[in-house]
């Protein structure tokens, strides 16, 4: 990744070390937030002179805001050591998040505080599958099987060498299908310029996007391609069942199966855990008005 702030020298195991340093964490989340320096998230005033600390009072409004206002993090009492290491973590997980794996890495005993952990590092794992597919680009249905039975799985994938290998996925599930939804669905997760394949059959044939080519698949092996993704989501959801996933809703499991494909186009964890670290602090999750932890003086930021 260009621009990376960590020292590729270092080794992966080198870095799980360093986010054992609350001081290193602080520096490491403020300039992944503000690299040119802290810009407050009230006002919007920016203070390049500012040092690399946990809350920083602004001078043109006099509100002191913490590395995470206003992000998917905002008001956590949590230290951002336990947050990093957290998302260390889900680099590292290739294939299912076990919350016995979750509770035993960060130490909590509590089954509850190992599913609210979870809950919210989806939200992060969400906003990661949310980069677009670019390029040649192969969307497709099929329909849902298991516990969301009757709804339609949406299956965007980027297609590198068909019938060999598969770029980035993106999959949704919809209660049912038409021309708006699949239109919405592409807008959303294929970036302009690129082009779509869609199947010969209503509604895909009708569907007009702007700054993105579709087309009709011609020869049906699309259709095929886009088969064997959803037949391998499909044993990976059987595989999961027997490990708690089936308290999970269907859509997070899309997610996760998304995020662990995508991961696996990545060669590098520490590519993987910059780009959750990123999600994290650089989304936006509340208004202004939510910032409540604004509105005290210095120390009574969380
Ligand atoms: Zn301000």
């Not at 407050?40 to 920083?56: I, L, M, R």
């Not at 008001?75 to 951002?80: C, E, Q, T």
């Not at 680099?91 to 998040?97: H, K, M």
């Amino acid at each position: 990744m260009t621009g990376s702030i960590i020292d590729r020298k270092k080794t992966a195991a080198e870095l799980a070390i360093r986010l054992e340093d609350e001081s290193w964490c602080t520096s490491y989340a403020f300039r992944t937030r503000w690299p040119q320096g802290f810009v407050c998230p009230a006002c919007g005033a920016c203070h390049p002179e500012s040092g690399f600390q946990n809350k920083t009072l602004c001078r043109a409004c006099g509100r002191c805001s913490s590395i995470t206002a206003g992000t998917l993090l905002h008001g956590s009492k949590k230290s951002l050591s336990i947050w990093l290491r957290a998302l260390w973590w889900v680099s590292g997980e290739c294939s299912s998040f076990s919350i016995m794996k979750l509770r035993n890495y960060l130490g909590f005993s509590s089954c509850q505080t190992g599913w609210a952990w979870m809950k919210k590092l989806r939200q992060i794992i969400e906003l990661v599958n949310r980069k677009k597919c670019r390029g040649i680009t192969l969307v497709d249905a099929a329909p849902a099987r298991g516990p969301a039975q009757g709804n339609q799985l949406l299956v965007a994938v980027e297609s590198i060498a068909r019938g060999r290998t598969t770029g980035r996925l993106r999959m949704k599930l919809y209660q049912s299908l038409n021309q708006k939804i699949i239109s919405q669905f592409c807008t959303d997760g294929v970036a302009g310029g690129s082009i779509v394949i869609f199947p010969r059959r209503k509604p895909f044939t009708s569907i007009h996007l702007q700054e993105i080519l579709c087309t009709v698949d011609e020869s049906s092996s699309s259709h095929e391609d886009i088969e064997k993704i959803c037949a391998s989501y499909r044993r990976w959801r059987r595989q999961e069942k027997s490990r708690w996933s089936h308290l999970c809703c269907s859509q997070d499991l899309v997610e996760e199966f998304c995020f662990f494909h995508n991961g696996a186009l990545t060669a590098d964890r520490v590519d993987i855990f910059e780009t959750l670290v990123i999600a994290a602090l650089t989304s936006q999750s509340a208004g202004l008005g939510d910032l409540t932890e604004m509105q005290a003086h210095p120390g009574a930021a969380p």
